[in-house]
């Protein structure tokens, strides 16, 4: 089983940043892609950001030039680096990990950590 923990949301300004984490626990030799996504209550949730074990990248275009995703392996940790943030991007963000066989399926999600930009 994996577990993954999220923190790092918080209030802030627009144009501020804010870093995301997410600390996975477990059975991990499984999972080869860990992505982001965001929601806003009654919308559906989206994708914001994705890492793949090759390190390759994919951005939702909401988030090309302002968001960077990264890995530390040693830590079993994933970030996301949210620059020049806009109300928005005001959602809870949430962290995914899965398999990559030419479909993503997200096996594994976090409890989410809320994000609020004021304007």
């Known amino acids: 089983q994996v577990q993954l923990v999220e923190s790092g949301g918080g209030l802030v300004q627009t144009g501020e940043s804010l870093r995301l984490s997410c600390v996975m626990f477990g059975r991990l030799f499984n999972v080869n892609v860990v992505g982001w996504f965001r929601q806003v209550p009654g919308k559906v949730r989206e994708p914001v950001a994705s890492i793949r074990r090759d390190e390759s990248t994919d951005y939702a275009d909401s988030a090309k030039g302002r968001f960077t995703i990264s890995r530390d392996t040693a830590r079993d940790t994933v970030y996301l680096q949210m620059n020049s943030l806009k109300p928005e991007d005001t959602a809870v963000y949430y962290c995914?990990?899965?398999?990559?066989?030419?479909?993503?399926?997200?096996?594994?999600w976090g409890q989410g950590t809320q994000v609020t930009v004021s304007s």
């Open positions: 995914a990990a899965g398999r990559n066989d030419g479909t993503i399926h997200w096996d594994y």
